[in-house]
């Protein structure tokens, strides 16, 4: 399984009368991804035969994207609509194909298919560490310092942000890691459904795993929150963090349903 | 092309007003073309610390509403020449501006003046935005109080996020944090936050810091910018703040708190 990004598209609303009848929203699925490395019909019929009737009713009626990038160069070219009879046969809905040549990608639209340009899980992880790397050391040119540029780069699933979080801002790293290179001010609350990093002070509130991931953690170069959390297990500091981990770099790291902040030296 | 500075803080009763008719004051003494707006609609105070309230005839909703032209509402400063005053109204609240009114002001303004200073209500409701919306440059006023560093923080976040600037992602506004209501001795005795403890908290660059001194308050009691009383380190740290906004670097003064005699320490104050 991995993960497929729809396209966000803003809601659009029609002329106050009734109400809209129509809404359009953008959300985020996960999808089975069914790579081809033939474009043998045949073949593909029997190995799709063999693995499913393991399955069980797993995959009835399950959409799947067909992914096309060890096909492109195939001698045979793929004849897509005896593979979508194909797939139906089998109980699966085919919705669109990723990673295809431009020849392939416009007979797939021929034949109806959607053409999904939505990075893999693997995939994102790959450009994040090429992005990291594009981004310029720290320069204290207040330019950087703005919130057009507060996202330096926002792949689908982490934010990175370079300038420090004010009290009453939120920032919210959807799917993701947040990594912070400014202080984390009082009032302000940072959340991820990931990891949080913040290579400054904590002051305000960080919420890691939000999504209920029990195994994100929270890494803070200067330990000064007023609140920690991860995967729905808080601890509030009401009067200060305790001396032996106040101002330290820390990580915060569940460990059953305790919350555990150790020093990280 | 005028520069448009905010007088800004989120706190209320932290010098905003005082240090608007001072910087304005200041610059006009060093030959700039100024002037100085009152955005607190409703509380107008401006024109009292400039010692020209029997003076407003018109006001700055006036003008926004088609009432009284631009020329007609600003009051010229008593005592410099190139220094001018918009008031705002008593008699209305702050739904009385509207951002394309207060663009259409700004934008005359800054075909006449070197300098526009405006002086932001308190809080961070629509008359503080108004009047942060169109800055160039901010001055971030803060008492060495936790309270205010907090609204400070707020009142940065929301520069950053809400200003026409970053709104179109051109340059952002350039920051200037002023700590005003500044002690020495307090500090020292822990009751008051240090410059390191605000700027830590902040992370902007200090330009300037005013000592608490009663002549500030004499100073505005009687309608005169302090800036004016060269020889106060009130005023002396004003004359610093303008230089250091005009791109000077100096050097801080009046941080170190006075060395108490013996009788006096022994006895206390």
Known sequence: METVQADQSSASRLPERSGPAVTLKGSVFTLPILKLSSTDLDLIENELNLRLSTALDFFKNAPVVIDLEQTQDAEQALRFSQLEALLRKLNLVPVGVQNGSAEQNSAAINSGFAILTGQTVDRVVESRRHQIEETPEESNDSEEIRQGAASVFVTETSKFIKQPIRSGQRVYAKGGDLVILGAVNHGAEVMADGNIHIYAPLRGRALAGLDGNSESRI?????????????GNYRVFEDKVPADLYKKSVQIYLEGEQLKIITLD | MATIIVVTSGKGGVGKTTTSASVATGLAKKGYK???IDFDVGLRNLDLIMGCERRVVYDFVNVIQGEASLK????KDKRLANLEILPASQTRDKDALTLDGVGAILDELRQSHDFVICDSPAGIEAGAVMAMYYADEAIVVTNPEVSSVRDSDRMLGILQAKSKRALEGLEPIK??????RYDPNRVQDGEMLSIDDITDLLGIKLAGVVPESTTVLQASNSGIPVIHDESSPSGMAYQDLVARILGEELSFRFLDPEKKGFLKRLFGT
């Not at chain 1, 200067?222 to 959390?229: D, R, T």
């Not at chain 2, 007609?72 to 009051?75: K, M, R, V």
């Open chain 2, 175 to 180: 920051e200037h944090l002023l700590i005003t």
């Open chain 2, 72 to 75: 007609q509402a600003l009051i």
């Open chain 2, 34 to 36: 100024t002037v100085v």
């Open chain 1, 219 to 231: 890494f803070c170069h200067s330990m000064e929150a007023e609140l920690v959390a991860v995967a």
